[in-house]
Each structure stands twice: as C-alpha cells, then as structure tokens.
C-alpha cells in the first residue's frame, strides 16, 4: 500500500488567477479513518487557498500533537511546515511570525492539544493578537488513544464506552472572544459551503483569526449521546447568517436587500459581506457575541458562521513596531547603523 499520490494529472484541470491547479495545494494521502471530519476540513483549506490563489511557498503551517497535527501532511506540500511537541505550536508560530512577517501562517490544533496541555499557550498568542489562522479541529475526544473525553467534550456526552462526561466543557470560542481575538468563527467539518469562505475570510484578517470546526470523530465520538458526532451536530446547528467573501482581484457583484446585510472591509482590501443578520447579537459586538454563546449552551444550539470580528485590529508586529522587513533580509547596514546613530540613542538619555 501507498501513500504517495499519483502523478498523473489531467491536461485540462481547472488553474486559478497565478496557474495553480488543485494537486498545487494538495498532500500526501490522509491515512486519519475513512470519514474522519479532519479530512475534510484539510479538503476545505485546499479549495480556500487554491480560491484565493495564495502562492503554496508563502505559507507556513504548523501544528502540535494529535490526529489534528497530522494533517498539514494532507495538504499544501509545497510549502513550509513545523510539527511541534504538544501544545507548544503557538510558541513556535509566534517565534516565526516576527521572523518573518511575509509568510500566511496556518496554525492546526485538536482540542486536547489547545484546551489541555496547550492551553497557556493558546491564550497568549490570543492576548498578543497574533496574526495567524488558528484551525481547531474539535472532536471532543483523545482519539490517538482510544477516546477519551477532552476537554470540550460536554457535560453529560456519552462516549462510545458508554461513559458519561461529568466535567463542564471549556468553549474555546467563548473564550477566544473572552480574551480579545479579533476574529471568531465556528463552523462545522461537513458544511463545506459555509466552511471555505470562513477560511478564507480568516485568511485576509490581520490578526488572531481562529476558527473552531466541530469535527466528529467515527471511531470514538460518533454515537448517540455524543454532542460532537455527525447527527447531533447537524441537528442542532443554528447557522448565524450566511456569508460572502470577495477578494480585490474580483469585482464585487453581491446584491442584497437593504437592511438585511453588512459588508466588512478587510486589511488586504477584501471585503466580507454578512446577510440578513440576526436581530439577537452583532458579531462587531462583543459583549452582544459573548450573551449569544450563553443562550446557545444553555439549548444546546451549536452557533456556527462568523460569530466575532474587529476588523480595525492591530496584530503583534503592529504592537511591537518592528520593522517591515524580515529579519533573514535584513543586512549589516540595517543592523548596524554605524556610531553617529548609537550616539544619538545614547544623548537622548542624558
């Protein structure tokens, strides 16, 4: 048995604006269980980085420990890649990041390896508004060693042991907003058509753009009882809206009643246009985000869709006012300046 893809491709498959095909942004064969959420969610960053025509060498991914890690081997193979030990990817991005601000950064994590072990870790990249697209594969289980409860299982989920959860869950979400992301969003693995444009808007954000993405588990979190497995989640999915992102290559052509949709403008100069909103809550609102999440824990909703976004926000470059260039480019004249310049530094202190 094999792993690697097959060469051969068709002469006529479909490019977009730079000439990418879809085998550009492709990886290695997933060897996850047949049905595992997490390949589709991989199947959703090709078709948003293939949309977006985003160069494969300008983006690094990184991941930690986890069925979730593993899946930057499934896709984008021509670019850079970071496997970390657990829970420490946000560290490694964060080092990265200001190395070398030229590159889209891709985080992928599993809830045992965020909301555990990697939880530290997790909220300080959050409150450093790190620019980077943190993917949250959330299956509510440890399924690299037999299934047992994460810490985003739900109070009362049964798993498939039969085992009732009697530990409250930690929304990770909730607590993304709590902390101050710049953007939130919820969607779920088997929604492709709302999933694609969340992860492209994700992508333009400059800053902590994180995405939690239900992604039941079939071997260990699928049964009844579960609150992550496919049928309950598409049973209680509450979708807040529809979106649409337009990039500033394209025309934007969106029509829409008055009154019934916002359109957000993007630091890359794209642009998301939210429809027909609901009247409970204003995703540019956090306080307003925050009572929309409470109402839905306590139903049992899973809200899905763009649920936060403070489009204005300054990322950690911005904060830390370091300089444009990455540090592999700069040279001996930038770093130093010469006597004059250090004399100056030091007159300012007397």
Avoid at 146 to 163: E, I, L, N, P, R
Wanted: glycine letters at 8%.
């Amino acid at each position: 048995m094999t792993y690697l893809r097959p060469t051969f491709r068709h002469p006529d498959l479909p490019v977009n604006r730079l000439g990418y095909t879809f085998k550009d942004y492709e990886g290695g064969l997933s060897t996850l269980c047949a049905g595992c959420g997490h390949d589709s969610i991989s199947g959703a960053i090709v078709q948003a980085c293939f949309e977006l025509a985003i160069e494969p060498h300008r983006v690094a991914k990184l991941s930690g420990i986890g069925c979730s890690s593993k899946t930057p081997t499934y896709f984008l193979s021509q670019s850079h890649g970071f496997n970390t030990v657990h829970g420490r990817m946000p560290s490694v991005a964060t080092g990265a990041n200001l190395a070398n601000r030229d590159l889209l950064y891709l985080g992928v994590s599993g809830d045992g390896d965020s909301a555990s072990i990697g939880m530290g870790q997790f909220v300080h990249a959050i409150r450093r508004n790190l620019n980077i697209v943190y993917i949250l594969m959330n299956n509510g289980c440890y399924g690299l060693t037999k299934g047992q409860d994460s810490a985003t299982a739900d109070v009362g989920s049964k798993s498939k042991s039969g085992s009732v959860n009697k530990f409250a869950t930690i929304d990770l979400a909730s607590l993304a907003i709590e902390l101050g992301a710049t953007f939130v969003a919820r969607s779920f693995s088997g929604d492709k058509s709302q999933l694609v444009p969340l992860i492209r808007a994700a992508m333009s954000h400059g800053g902590f753009a994180f995405l939690d993405v239900v992604s039941p588990c079939v071997t260990f979190n699928n049964n009844l009882g579960s609150t992550k497995s496919y049928q309950y989640v598409r049973e209680h999915n509450h979708a807040a809206g529809t979106m649409d992102f337009v990039p500033p290559a394209e025309e934007i052509t969106v029509r829409y009643p008055e009154n019934t949709a916002r359109e957000l403008a993007m630091h890359d100069g794209s642009k998301i246009v939210l429809h027909k909103l609901p009247t409970e809550w204003d995703p540019m609102d956090r306080l307003s985000t925050m009572k929309r999440l409470h109402q839905a824990s306590m139903t049992g909703e899973i809200v899905t869709g763009l649920l936060y976004i403070e489009p204005d926000s300054e990322d950690l470059h911005a904060t830390l006012q370091t300089v444009d260039t990455p540090l592999n480019a700069l040279r001996e004249h930038d770093l130093c300046p010469g006597s004059r310049a250090l004399d100056e530094i030091n007159a300012a202190f007397r």
